[in-house]
């Protein structure tokens, strides 16, 4: 004799439990590590070396044609050959990294948990030409189910941003942010629905700009992903298709946009702590090929 | 009734007709159609991609 099963119950939402939300400038974060790998064309090679657990020192050269902006729609590009030193330290409370270039140019990234929930991050660029140098300071807390975070910037810039779990898939955020020496304000809104399989995720803000992302994620080792970029002010719009494979010995990203854009990305792992990297872009429409190899050593 | 109608086949012609709108209105369609069908694509077809 058949018997009966009845229906399963739909799980019930404790709205008081929601999962805390992904940080503000991460909305587009799957979309983005998918869609935008770091092209280079030329010759890259990095070294770093672990002197101790915490601390780290890095070599990395860069030989290749690099882009000038230019008012004429031809890309013009200047060969230049740079050597840039860094060095790391990670704590699990504190993180330092400091990066200098042989033209004089010093980067350093702060990252400092001050308590359980409030983290203090900190980033300069520092460079020989005047008024190019930048800092900014951002203080981040993060709640039960929301993340709110200040920013405080060279040139008068402010910000605050603040995101919140409405749902366990759905976080909904806003942001706004003055711009002292532009005498410039902005406000910003945006959304994020995430599943298992998906996620998917808008940004509006008053500057003009619509960002509109989606990823599938196929399995574990594959995921699709799309993006569209429109500036209702500039009335410039860019849309990319593309694809992760991460594998065990490589991942490999391509992508092809609506520009006429196609690019791939691939890092094969050779041996232990041996990388190597193929980098390819190519641009139909303004004829501008770029190719890139290199190599990376060390974690 | 007639003025809405018209003011609406005014804004057609200014966007489909005018050579420099065209263009940008290309451009977006073809960035909204490639967006849009990719998500279409991707939801009903991804698995075969799958390995």
């Not at chain 1, 920013?151 to 955020?173: C, F, R």
């Not at chain 1, 691939?266 to 290199?294: P, Q, T, V, W």
Request: proline fraction near 4%; charge should be neutral; aromatic fraction near 10%.
């Amino acid at each position: 004799m058949a018997t009966h099963i009845p229906p399963p119950e739909p799980e019930k939402v404790d709205y008081m439990d929601l999962p805390c939300p992904i940080p503000y400038e991460e909305i587009h974060r799957e979309a983005f590590m998918s869609l935008k790998p770091e092209h280079f064309e030329g010759l890259r090679f990095d070294f770093t070396k672990g002197l101790n657990q915490k601390f780290s020192l890095s070599h990395s050269i860069v030989m290749g044609p690099t882009e000038v902006p230019s008012q004429s729609a031809e890309t013009i590009k200047i060969p230049t050959a740079n050597y840039e030193f860094g060095a790391n330290f990670i704590d699990p409370k504190v993180m330092l990294f400091g990066r200098i270039l042989t033209d004089g140019r010093l980067s350093a990234r702060v990252k400092c948990d001050l308590s359980e929930n409030l983290t203090l991050k900190a980033n300069a660029q520092l460079t020989n030409e005047p008024h190019m140098s930048h800092g900014m300071f951002n203080f981040d807390y993060k709640g039960t189910d929301y993340r709110t975070q200040f920013q405080l910037g060279n040139g008068g810039l402010l910000g605050a941003n603040y995101i919140q779990s409405v749902t366990p898939h759905l976080s909904l955020g806003g942001e706004v942010f003055w711009a002292g020496q532009h005498r410039k304000s902005g406000l910003g809104y945006a959304a994020r629905y995430n599943t298992d399989k998906m996620v998917a995720s808008g940004q509006i803000a008053s500057t003009g700009m619509v960002a509109l992302s989606y990823v599938q994620k196929v399995s574990e080792k594959v995921s699709l992903a799309t993006d569209m970029m429109y500036n209702y002010m500039s009335r410039d719009v860019t849309a990319s298709v593309g694809y992760d494979y991460i594998l065990r010995q490589c991942r490999l990203r391509g992508k092809i946009d609506s520009n006429g854009c196609t690019s791939a990305f691939l890092e094969e792992r050779l041996n232990m702590g041996l990388n190597f990297i193929l980098s390819a872009e190519i641009d139909h429409k303004k004829k501008d090929y770029k190719f890139g190899f290199g190599l990376t050593v060390g974690e | 009734m007639g003025d809405a109608l018209d003011k609406i086949k005014g804004f057609w012609r200014s966007q489909v007709y005018d050579e420099e709108n065209w263009a940008t209105n290309a451009k977006l369609l073809r960035a909204v159609g490639l967006f849009a069908g990719s998500i279409i694509l991707m939801r009903n077809f991804g698995d075969l991609m799958a390995i």
